[in-house]
């Protein structure tokens, strides 16, 4: 555990001492919790519209993939036209890609991102890295199976996939998410247990709560 | 080269010089005599410039070789240390810190700690992580560390993937008949 998330006493700037537990106070203890589909299906088909026609990318760059993202990004390929912009932090992004492998320090930072961005959200795994681990197969400190810690809704191979693969991959999420099938963010509430006891698995250093809302 | 080499074995009990090209070559030095080489080789003949310090794992000769590379940036040389320590089978290695010459070297022996498993007592920083986080086993550069069968214990493989041997691959497209 880091020295800043210990229970601690700090004295404030009024002279007053005070204890501070920031597990407790400074982030929120309760799991995430299954979002449920609106009250009519009509309307819920209305929503996942709108959800897919407005994709907003967190730009964390993981791995190599990422430099796939900037040409796609400009006006070459300009992934603009369907609907899909980037975005600075996670709170105002509603898909992570991760982008080629994740060592397991990768990890620990992707698992703080997904878990900040708001629901509905979606991940999209590209490249072989995420997929079975590519050319890191064998490396002592890479994750080979990303669907064991998030809940992945969509992987793009190759090894790089080119940003055509890419567009092509982002027509596929929207048609998941019209057709209701792009349920990532619920089945990671529901599946909750299951995905931390995996992540803590292989993070050994485990040094953040367990929900970094 | 070999006029620094002549000059600078009157001074220090020098190994046999390498010489890889005209401006690098690789010497061989007992550990005791480092700090007064490199402080020499810092003051009085130009080499002011530590371009990186590494390590060589003997496994068989129960030896780590360290390489304290140095430049010359007037005569574009470059002149590396060789330094042979006692490699323990467990624990650590020791080896003096150099971080009071060069402030850079204090980075390579926290990376050289981690992965090598190489203590340098003294310099700033050593104990905190460098690249991995919340590492285990031990260091994973060491060469009696088994990279594959910690990744196949670490890390769950998804079924299903293939590996075929690249030559008898290669073989089999280019010369399935057998030619």
Known sequence: MKPELKKRVVKGPDGLEFEVEPLHDYYCEAPPAVHPPAYAKIVEDFLNWARAESLWVLGFGTGCGAIEMRPLMTPRFDAYRYGVQWRPTPRQANLFIVSGYLSVKTLKRAIRSYEQMQNPKYVIGLGSCTINGGMYWDSYNTIKCLDDYLPVDLYIAGCMPRPEALLAGFEELKKAIRAGKAEGANKYAEEFDWYKANQKKVIHDWDMPDYNW | ?179
């Open chain 2, 1 to 179: 080269m070999r006029t620094l080499y002549n000059h600078l074995k009157t001074l220090f009990p020098l190994g046999e010089l390498t010489e890889q090209r005209s401006n690098l070559a690789f010497v061989t030095l007992p550990a005791e005599h480092l700090r007064p080489a490199l402080t020499h080789l810092r003051d009085h003949e130009g080499y002011t410039h530590l371009v990186l310090l590494t390590a060589v794992d003997w496994l068989e000769d129960e030896q780590f070789q360290l390489t304290y590379l140095l430049s010359n940036r007037t005569k574009a040389c470059d002149l590396g240390l060789r330094i042979l320590i006692v490699r323990p089978a467990e624990g650590m290695a020791t080896m003096q810190s150099i971080h009071d010459l060069w402030p850079t070297a204090a980075t390579y022996q926290r990376e050289l700690r981690e992965m090598f498993g190489i203590e340098f007592p003294g310099s700033p920083r050593l104990e905190e992580d460098f690249i991995l986080e919340g590492w285990i086993d031990k260091p994973p550069y060491r060469r009696d560390f088994d990279t594959k069968k910690f990744a196949e214990e670490s890390f769950t493989n998804r079924p299903g993937r293939e590996t075929h041997d690249p030559e008898q691959t290669m073989k089999q497209q280019l010369y399935a008949d057998g030619k």
